[in-house]
């Protein structure tokens, strides 16, 4: 069974323009029935980071977002090094999305894409405004609206959006309010903002489809690691551990990472 178009989405500023371009990447070294339309979020990279991304991966859609209302005010977070103004620019997924897409499916730039993807977009959501994985090493307890509901706390670093359900529930605007009336309390403030918006309308997804491999990578050797992706469809490396870092661990999941990123080079260097 096929469905499209397929519309996928990542969300991009200047310090991550060359991890983007090799999620990217990942995408389109995949199987599709048909190419999919890559839009790339932004609030302003210039032009000639622009015109560096497109050289890199090709044409892309960009989609300039207005600085979202109230985000720089509510990346502020207990202990957390992590965020930026960017992070939120995933909930303006829905209100972007062109007037022909049904089902959206938004990336992190930690992400790699390690196998078929397409068959996510043919998945029933069952009205709810996203799909998403159990998040692995955050339970939500933090969050009364969460402890209190019984969906659980996904990860958001992979969503699948029902873009019609997800305008209907006002799932943007539920988030930065979320966000804002929370400020310097979420140690994951896109994160923990997303799940209380979405409590009672997200549907669970395999964890195949976000396989997350946090802090801990460190200490796995290569087998540890080839069992950690196995069956994966795409791996997702959150926290301040990355594959273009000098101290990540040599293994699959880097080769995964230089068998896309060879190519492109550090504008920082």
């Known amino acids: 069974m096929t469905a499209g178009p397929f519309y996928i989405v990542l969300a991009c500023d200047e310090a991550y323009l060359r991890p983007t371009a090799v999620t990217i990447r990942s995408i389109t070294a995949q199987p599709w ?36 209302k109230g985000s720089g005010r509510a990346v502020g977070a207990r202990g957390a090094r992590h965020v930026s103004e ?8 829905p209100d972007h999305s062109p007037s022909d897409a049904e ?5 992190d730039s930690d992400t790699l894409v390690t196998g078929p993807v397409e068959e996510l977009f043919t998945m029933d959501l ?16 933090h969050l009364p609206e969460i ?31 979320y966000a ?8 994951y403030p896109d994160q923990d903002a997303l799940n209380v918006a979405a409590a009672d309308c997200w549907t669970p997804l395999e964890s195949r489809w976000n396989r997350m491999l946090g802090e801990g990578i460190k200490a796995r050797g ?16 959150p926290g301040p551990t990355k594959p273009w870092s000098d101290d990540f661990p040599a293994g699959p999941i880097l080769d995964e990472y230089m068998k896309h990123s060879a190519s492109i080079p550090d504008p920082k260097r």
Not at 86 to 93: F, P
Not at 152 to 164: I, K, Q, R, T
Not at 180 to 187: A, D, M, Q, S, V
Not at 227 to 234: D, H, L, T
């Open 33 to 68: 029935s048909s190419p999919p339309t890559i839009m790339v979020m932004h609030s302003g990279l210039p032009d000639n980071r622009v015109a560096m991304l497109r050289n890199w991966v090709g044409q892309v859609e960009m989609v300039r977002v207005p600085p979202i």
């Open 86 to 93: 960017a992070m939120y620019l995933k909930i303006a997924v």
């Open 103 to 107: 089902k959206v499916l938004y990336l």
């Open 126 to 141: 069952a009205g709810k405004c996203l799909g998403a994985v159990q998040d692995r090493f955050v339970n939500g307890t």
């Open 147 to 177: 402890e209190r509901s019984d969906t659980g706390y996904f990860n958001s670093g992979v969503l699948l959006f029902d873009v019609e359900a997800a305008r209907r529930h006002e799932l943007g605007e539920r988030t930065l309010a």
């Open 180 to 187: 804002e009336r929370k400020y310097g309390t979420l140690p």
């Open 222 to 237: 290569s087998a540890e690691q080839h069992n950690e992706m196995s069956g994966a469809r795409i791996i997702h490396l």
